[in-house]
């Protein structure tokens, strides 16, 4: 799947940001400014594990000669951090080329001026040639997006690490003093920010789209701090709680799933987005208190069911965008607008994390199960396309091959089937866009390790 949907990409879209597979050429879009060739950066690090040499090595070639970072346009920092900042850095990090680090380095210097607000908290949009930054025109009011600047920590961390510069991590660090010393309606951090005043702009919590990646993020760099950043452990542990009190709901069905809360009033709805969570719940199992770590990983378990099902009840047997529990249907999609599946990855994401904790063969199951429902659905003469009706079995393809479906879709499908030592999770941590990053064992980089930690390879 992977080589099928790179060679038809290098065929009709190559050195653009993603592939229209059904009119067979290049799209660029508006999320990453300038920059170009989003799905080879993308898929550096897959095809790499993959052992797609050849096509590896043409990646590698066109980021050497045609990789320009000197470009005006809007970029979305988010954006650009995750797949363009996590791609070069994960690139580095498995070849050791040095040819990404230095791209890399180069790259995060030109996000650094989204940062000059008065509270340090980044806007979303910056234009990489002259470091100009603003708003999203939608977001209220100005504000900043929870989930935009909430996950770029992993990428930051190492940053510094490349660059010796601590100003990286300075940035990061600087975002999580705020929202520590902020008040937190009910212990929940709210979608919108505001960069000028350093206040929540709505009460509007979700654990789908524009909140997902801040609380993966918070046990994420916990765990690449080799478990030593206790201040990420305890503003995620401390989420998790109001969460489980404010979100996490039971259906008649006995479904559990994550609400969304509008200034104290629940929206019965979750988001293919949040689907990652269950993932997230699993990882953090082991290191919240140990009475609690079972309860943690049977609520994994029953959230990535829910997301299971969500996929089951669809005649394609992919998951809608959004689905509801109310009005009699679960799990389900009611408004036409929700029916689509863009190629999302989120759902594959937690399988593939909680086979890993569990090794229960129900997750290599289901996703077999997506793996089929791919192929028929979604593979189309030139490459792979979203869909436009999970519920329908004649597709009206999206004409959209998404650059995030060979970052993560294809790569966690690989993972899910591969030994548990490929990429594994005593040593990576994966970004938001399925870019594994090394943990940062302090003991390693210091000339004499301290006795208790055991030097990595």
Known sequence: MMKFAWDNYKRYAWGKNELRPLTRNGHIGNMFGGLRGASIIDSLDTLYIMGLMEEYNDAKEWVQTSLDLNSNGEASLFEVNIRYVGGLLSAYYLTGEELYKKKVVELGEKLLPAFNTPTGIPRGVINLG???????????????????????????????ELSRNQIYTEKVMNIRKLLNKIEKPHGLYPNFLSPVSGNWVQHHVSIGG????????????????????????????????????????KSPGGLTYMAEWRGGILDHKMGHLACFSGGMIGIGADDGEPEKRQHYLDLAAEITHTCHESYTRSATKLGPEAFRFDSGGEATATRLSDRYYILRPEVIESYMYMWRLTHDPKYREWGWEAVQALEQHCRVESGFSGIRDVYTMTASHDNMQQSFFLSETLKYLYLLFSDDDLLSLEDWVFNTEAHPLPIIRRGCLQDIAPQDKTVAE
């Open 130 to 160: 002259s470091g100009t930054s603003w708003s999203w025109g939608w977001a209220s009011a100005g504000s900043s997006i929870l989930a935009e600047f909430g996950t770029l920590h992993l990428e930051f961390v190492h940053l510094s």
């Open 210 to 249: 524009l909140g997902d990646s801040f609380y993966e993020y918070l046990i994420k760099s916990y765990l690449m701090s080799d478990k030593s950043d206790d201040d990420a452990k305890k503003m995620y542990y401390g989420a998790l709680e109001a969460i489980e009190a404010n979100l996490v709901q």
